[in-house]
């Protein structure tokens, strides 16, 4: 694996105002996104995870430009496209494509599957009409879809068979980094395991990198090298996928793990269900300092003001928290006061 990165975030925030009145004056902002930072090296695949209205879609749609950052960077190859115009964006579009989470929503029902798939190639004027057929059969037969299925309409096909389309039409113009958006989180039980080993299998065979956005640790657990961890606009945890399964050190993540189904009955009746106590506090006025203080069985009274930074404490794991579980003995103890006299992110 290439240790270059791919993809380099830096710093980046996505505040949506909030307006009142007639003037709509500006009286707050949804801090969506609040300062987040990693970077996903080519052929990986990185899982980004986190409860609803932790942060994690929009930071998918800030790294594609579907919106536009309030502050930080986005280093796509080398190349700063924070700020990048969409005329010298176009190139990029080609290189970044996104999988979005509902099938049924995402494919136009008036067009055909031919249409559909085919449609980057018309876009970007790249093609002949009878070019854009073959090539769309070809990506067709490489996601598992009949060829023959080219003037069918998307309601002719199954949840699964659809998403396949959706995956079909992102991998048109052979893109180099995909943001998957809960490519499955729609989709059966028994279908999602197809879909994800299909993701798989085309990373290996078209040397794609992903991010894999999902609220379920169970789904980017089998298909992630890394895996973040947000929680309220923020990471929490970022660690390979080995650390962060087997000592998770962020108490969120721990509560997260707790509700991942375990196929042993055994296992199954000697693990602890952490249950999380409220809900997910507003992003329009998060708790100060550590943001998960308010749900956290944890927390004492550095947690309530002090903010504690994202800090290495085992290799390739790094964790925001001032009692972390799991750290290599001595950090344990040593992380309030360390941690504490440091800068907030
Ligand atoms: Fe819990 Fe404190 Fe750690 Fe926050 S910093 S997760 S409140 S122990």
């Excluded at 796509?76 to 509902?102: C, W």
């Excluded at 991942?260 to 106590?277: G, H, S």
């Excluded at 004492?300 to 800090?311: G, T």
């Amino acid at each position: 694996m290439n240790e270059e990165p791919l993809l380099s975030v830096q710093g980046l925030e996505k505040h949506f105002p909030v307006t009142k009145g007639l003037l709509k004056r500006q009286v707050g902002a949804v801090r969506a996104v609040d300062g987040i930072s990693f970077d996903v090296k080519k052929g990986e695949t990185l899982g980004l995870v986190g409860e609803s209205g932790c942060g994690k879609s929009t930071s998918g749609r800030l790294i594609t430009r579907l919106i536009e950052p309030t502050a930080g960077k986005i280093v796509f190859e080398g190349a700063d496209i924070t700020h990048m115009s969409q005329g010298r964006l176009r190139p990029l579009r080609r290189d970044v494509q996104m999988i979005f989470q509902d099938p049924y929503s995402s494919l136009n029902p008036r067009h055909t599957v031919g249409a559909i798939v085919g449609a980057p190639f018309r876009i970007q004027g790249i093609k002949t009409e009878q070019g854009t057929r073959k090539a769309v059969q070809e990506i067709l037969e490489l996601v598992g879809l009949n060829p023959e299925h080219y003037n069918r309409y998307p309601h002719e096909f199954s949840g699964g068979q659809r998403q396949r389309i959706g995956i079909a039409r992102t991998l048109a113009l052979k893109p180099k980094l995909i943001i998957a958006d809960e490519p499955v989180s729609a989709l059966d039980v028994s279908i999602q395991a197809q879909v994800v080993n299909l993701l798989e299998d085309l990373q290996k065979e078209l040397d794609l990198t992903y991010v894999v956005i999902a609220h379920d640790l169970s789904v980017v657990r089998h298909i992630s090298d890394r895996v973040a961890v947000m929680y309220l606009g923020k990471i929490v945890e970022i660690a390979d996928r080995k650390g962060l399964y087997e000592s998770p050190m962020h108490p969120y993540t721990n509560a997260l793990l707790s509700a991942v189904p375990i196929p042993d009955p055994k296992r199954r009746t000697e693990r602890e269900r952490i249950r999380l106590q409220g809900d997910v506090p507003s992003p329009l006025n998060p708790p100060p300092a550590c943001r998960f203080h308010t749900r956290c069985w944890k927390a004492q009274e550095i947690c309530k003001q002090v903010e504690p930074p994202l800090v290495t404490l085992a290799p390739n794991h790094e964790v925001a928290c001032h009692f972390p579980e799991n750290a290599p003995s001595g950090d344990t103890a040593a992380a309030p006061a360390q941690t504490a006299a440091a800068p907030s992110d």
